[in-house]
Structures are given as structure tokens and as C-alpha cells.
């Protein structure tokens, strides 16, 4: 069990481009989360998939960004037409969906977009 | 909605003891849980509080009331490795998680 895996780990764009991030969850974990982190600021909500379903999204995540877990395992986050403000750590987290293991969410070493 | 507070930087020496504290104001409460994150890292799991009371892990406790809407954590020892951001987060309607803002811990020798 290598824990949550996310690449690019680096990212740099300029705006109006398209960006895909990837995230590998730990092999047993049917929960994914998309979390995005600026400077000083602790994670913050994006979406979030049971399995292959998306569950939520937040009411942060305009329409240009976009979450897929096909098959329940990996997940994409896509970011069309970026803008600077999109510039951030994208983070991934995992999880087991149970009471009592559920407790803890396992992050990815994120994937780090500047826009320029 | 969701809502946490913490102090937004606490400074500590070498070898005291530090407690930062988290309130927090919550629907679907389910328990509360601290983070701590390296400048560059990821956030990696400390401990997590589903019933009131003292949870301990080595130099690091973490403690709840939730008729008060309360927890802290509390480390022991300071080591200059302890220099981070820590991170409380609610668990809420059984698999949500919302973070507060961090705190960043600074320890002197």
C-alpha cells in the first residue's frame, strides 16, 4: 500500500488553458475527496465520490472545473479555462467508508497549479 | 453551514507543552479530528475524537466536549520537528470533513 497518489505534482499554466490532475487513492478505499489549499488557509471542500458516484459538490466549484472516478478507482479533476484564482494545492483524500474507520481521511501529496 | 475557530499562530520553546484549541459550530456533528501539515506537505492525520474526552498518542492528546463544541490538542515536548500548521476538522453527516483555517505552531530552541 503505497497511500494516496497524485500527479503532476507541479503544475504550470497559462490562462484560458485546460488542466487535468490525476489521483490514485489507497487500493481499499471506496471514498475520494477533491480538497483545494491557498497559502495559510486549512482545505477547503470540493467534491467528493462513493465509490464511482459523486456525491457532492461544492458551491465553490464552478462550472469549468469537473471530478470523475470512472470505475470507482482513480479520479480526475479537470480545470477548463483556468484563471489565476485557480491557483492552488489541489489535494486528494481517501477513505474507507465505515463508522469507525471512516474516522481518517488520507491525503495525497497534492498537485500544486500556478496560472500564469 | 460549518464553522471552526483556532488561534492562527501559537510560539512555543523547545521542550514546553503547547495546547491549541478548536471550536466549532456544526450540523451532523460526528466527531473532531487534527491534522498537521509541514510548509510544502501534505496534511497527515494526528487523531480523531468521536466521544468526549482525552485521546492520547505518544507525545500528542487531543481532547473533545461536545456539550461545549469544544476540543484541543495538546503536545507535549516540543521538538523543533513540531514546527507546522495544525488543522482541526469536523466530521460531519457521517463521511464530510471541514477543516478550519490552521494554526501555525513556531518552536525556538
Known amino acids: 500500500d503505497t497511500g494516496v497518489s497524485q500527479n503532476p505534482r507541479h503544475k504550470i499554466t497559462k490562462r484560458g488553458q485546460n488542466v487535468t490532475f490525476r489521483c490514485d487513492p489507497i487500493?481499499?478505499?471506496?471514498?475520494l475527496y477533491w480538497y483545494r489549499q491557498t497559502l495559510g488557509q486549512g482545505p477547503e471542500f470540493l467534491t467528493y465520490?462513493?465509490?464511482?458516484?459523486?456525491?457532492?459538490k461544492s458551491r465553490l466549484l464552478s462550472d469549468r472545473f469537473s471530478a470523475e472516478r470512472p470505475k470507482g478507482s482513480f479520479s480526475t479533476l479537470e480545470i477548463q479555462r483556468t484563471e489565476q484564482g485557480d491557483s492552488a494545492m489541489y489535494l486528494c483524500?481517501?477513505?474507507?467508508?465505515?463508522?469507525?474507520?471512516?474516522?481518517?481521511?488520507?491525503f495525497g501529496e497534492g498537485s500544486w497549479l500556478t496560472v500564469v | 453551514g460549518q464553522s471552526l475557530e483556532q488561534p492562527s499562530e501559537v510560539t512555543a520553546v523547545e521542550g514546553a507543552i503547547v495546547q491549541i484549541n478548536c471550536t466549532y459550530q456544526?450540523?451532523?456533528?460526528?466527531?473532531l479530528s487534527w491534522y498537521q501539515q509541514h510548509d510544502g506537505g501534505a496534511p497527515t492525520f494526528l487523531s480523531y475524537?468521536?466521544?468526549?474526552g482525552l485521546e492520547e498518542t505518544g507525545r500528542f492528546s487531543s481532547f473533545l466536549s461536545r456539550s461545549d463544541s469544544y476540543g484541543y490538542l495538546l503536545l507535549q515536548e516540543l521538538q523543533m520537528k513540531d514546527s507546522a500548521s495544525y488543522f482541526c476538522?469536523?466530521?460531519?453527516?457521517?463521511?464530510?470533513?471541514?477543516f478550519g483555517s490552521g494554526t501555525k505552531l513556531n518552536v525556538k530552541p
Open positions: 483524500a481517501s477513505s474507507i467508508d465505515s463508522f469507525s474507520s471512516g474516522n481518517t481521511i488520507y
Open positions: 487500493s481499499e478505499h471506496n471514498r
Open positions: 456544526t450540523s451532523g456533528f460526528y466527531g
Open positions: 475524537n468521536g466521544l468526549d
Open positions: 476538522a469536523v466530521r460531519y453527516n457521517f463521511n464530510k470533513f471541514y
Open positions: 465520490f462513493q465509490n464511482e458516484a459523486q456525491l457532492e
